[in-house]
């Protein structure tokens, strides 16, 4: 079973950066799509971006242009790098397993403040 764990986050003024990280255990980390998401109070869980196994990301619209997923599997981590950040952008921030239920990090709360 891989086991995740996000960190940095925090809080950051508007139009600000913050790049979170997600560590992931075991030796099978290089084959995963991975994802972030994201949840704010009383709002769905979204799901942010991708990346695959090979590298191909994908972005929701809301963050296109702004934010970039990336990973380094020598480090099994998965990075999410957020520039631009605007209020809206204010969430609990999960990593997962792409394509597998209940495959989730225990967050990282990111909040940005105006």
């Known amino acids: 079973q891989v086991q995740l764990v996000e960190s940095g986050g925090g809080l950051v003024q508007a139009g600000g950066s913050l790049r979170l990280s997600c560590v992931a255990s075991g030796r099978i980390f290089s084959i995963l799509d991975m994802a972030w998401y994201r949840q704010a109070p009383g709002k769905q869980r979204e799901l942010v971006a991708s990346?695959?196994?090979?590298?191909?990301?994908s972005y929701a619209d809301s963050v296109k242009g702004r934010f970039a997923i990336s990973r380094d599997n020598a480090k099994n981590t998965v990075y999410l790098q957020m520039n631009s950040l605007k209020p809206e952008d204010t969430a609990v921030y999960y990593c997962k397993i792409l394509f597998q239920t209940n495959a989730w990090g225990q967050g990282t709360q990111v909040t940005v403040s105006s």
């Open positions: 990346i695959s196994s090979g590298g191909s990301t």
